[in-house]
């Protein structure tokens, strides 16, 4: 065992969530001599939003597929590392991006590349250009990017109507790709601060289909299968109290379970998704929260990034296609600003291939975010099929292209126990509200000599600078372990 210091006394311990981050956290405690851990999960099997689903010949990842910064300043990549998982993943480089338009046309990838990093170049600056322009907190990245591309139509004043058009529309279609990565339903619901907070990790996105359950299996080797309690959702956490256990102790925590049991604890580290503490942020607390930290919840942003695989019989893409964009010529960044449910195909700006063929047949993933992405979920397999067949058959103008042999949808908007896929800064939040998210209850000012680190809040969402990410869940698991483990510490 891997023990750091003697304990004073061994706590009891409930880690509410088996995500990356719960599991982490029941890690590091076990590893540093804390033995009565109970993780308590609400779904049948631990991961969250790790999953991976059987899907034509091969499994599919669900949520988590990227290590965002590959190298080894990043925990999952080192990890991944250290547990030879890293041979099927490979790097990705500035894919090639093709794009293919509505009026059957392929643009010209020079003219892809210049656009697609102009808009890149507005984004990744928009926080400073902001600064230039005395933008105020409460401004959004859309307000930034619609200005700058404003400047650049302006610019292609002297292109033939056919190119300026496929311009626009790719600058539009770029907007809804970085509404997917941000999991937001709109760039004007993003604080134009998003990627001054979040900090990208040295090395490339390294592909890794398939690594994370894996990895998730790896961390959970070390942990006691009693101490992994499934299908067991948590109702509601009465805390600051006085609950006698049967041996007559007394614990400031009681965890209610939707089964009628409870468990009795020291410490509670929550893991649930702020999707779920949205939603249930007022009753899931007795004694409630303070109303700064019930703000801050609100105010956070948590959208939904859905994926739609696709398996075709045989692919209409060439050999060495990477990524398919789709470009409706008629569209502007200012005339898709709304959500459009009647046509929520076009909401979808791209489609990843999924390789290698050997292995997965083949596949396509596209990715939908906003209210579109939440709309699909309600559609039956076969209406999104025939749907996306009639969208790939106007696309490539071919009307013989055989339907889809197999779609799988992923759900995480209606899933009860992550009501979303991941967060983001939002136009009413700042970093700040991260860190008062993540602030441990009791506070040391309202204490009154009740016990400390009653409750310790985790998972992506909590972390300042990595949010949205795995590596942000597994580290902010961790950075809460530590607050127990510096508390019990004897030295
Ligand atoms: C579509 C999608 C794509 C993604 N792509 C990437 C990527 O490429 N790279 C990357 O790094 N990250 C990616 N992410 C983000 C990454 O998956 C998450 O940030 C990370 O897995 C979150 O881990 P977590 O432990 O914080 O939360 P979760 O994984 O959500 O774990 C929380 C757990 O709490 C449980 N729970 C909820 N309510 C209760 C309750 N009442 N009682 C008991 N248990 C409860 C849930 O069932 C869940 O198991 C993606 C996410 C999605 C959805």
């Keep these: 065992m891997n023990c750091k210091n003697t304990l004073k006394k061994s706590p009891k311990l409930v880690v509410i969530g088996a995500g990356i981050a719960g599991v982490g956290a029941a890690g590091k405690l076990l590893t540093h001599g804390f033995t009565d851990i109970q993780i308590v999960e609400a779904s049948s099997q631990p991961g969250g939003r790790i999953r991976s689903s059987l899907f034509g010949k091969s499994t599919v990842d669900e949520g988590a597929q990227y290590i965002h910064g590959a190298s080894g300043k990043n925990p999952i990549f080192q990890l991944a590392k250290e547990h030879g998982l890293l041979q099927d993943t490979h790097d990705r480089v500035d894919p090639e991006l093709s794009v293919l338009t509505n009026m059957q046309k392929q643009m010209d990838p020079d003219v892809t590349k210049e656009v697609k990093n102009l808009a890149s170049s507005i984004l990744k600056h928009a926080h400073l250009i902001a600064q230039q322009k005395q933008y105020t907190q409460a401004n959004s990245l859309a307000d930034v990017y619609l200005e700058e ?115 009795l604890a020291d410490h509670v580290i929550l893991s649930i998704s702020l999707g779920c503490l949205k939603a249930n942020g007022q009753s899931l607390f007795q004694p409630r929260l303070p109303e700064q930290k019930l703000n801050a919840i609100q105010s956070m942003g948590f959208g939904t990034m859905n994926k739609i695989y696709l398996e075709f019989e045989a692919p209409f893409w060439d050999e060495n296609t990477e990524v398919i964009g789709l470009v409706w010529e008629e569209e502007t960044p200012l005339s898709c600003q709304e959500p459009n449910l009647t046509e929520w195909w076009k909401r979808v700006p791209v489609f990843y291939v999924v390789g290698p063929t050997g292995r997965y047949g083949h596949l396509l993933v596209g990715t939908i975010s906003g209210k579109e992405a939440e709309f699909i979920e309600s559609l039956s397999l076969q209406e999104v099929a025939s749907s996306l067949t009639c969208l790939f058959r106007q696309f490539t103008g071919r009307s013989s292209l055989p339907e889809l042999k197999n779609v799988f949808v992923t759900k995480w908007f209606s899933n009860p126990y992550t009501r979303g896929s991941y967060s983001h800064i939002s136009i009413n939040s700042t970093g700040d509200m991260i860190d008062l998210l993540t602030e441990p209850l009791p506070q040391a000012t309202e204490g009154n000599g009740s016990p400390m680190l009653q409750l310790l809040f985790a998972g992506e969402a909590t972390h300042r600078s990595h949010h949205s990410t795995t590596h942000g869940a597994l580290l902010s698991g961790w950075r809460e372990a530590e607050r127990l483990i510096d508390l019990y510490s004897t030295k």
């Design 149 to 263: 591309v404003k400047t650049l139509i302006a610019q292609w004043d002297g292109d033939h109507t056919d190119l300026r058009r496929q311009k626009l529309g790719l600058l539009s279609m770029l907007m809804k790709w970085q509404c997917d990565h941000l999991a937001a339903g709109s760039l004007s619901e993003v604080s134009v601060h998003v990627y001054e907070e979040y900090k990208h990790i040295e090395g490339h996105d390294r592909n890794s289909q398939g690594l994370f359950p894996n990895l998730l299996q790896k961390l959970l080797e070390i942990i006691p299968r009693e101490k992994l309690l499934l299908n067991k959702p948590v109702q509601q956490i009465l805390w600051n109290g006085s609950f006698e256990s049967e041996d007559n102790s007394l614990y400031p925590i009681k965890v209610l379970c939707e089964d009628g049991g409870h468990i």
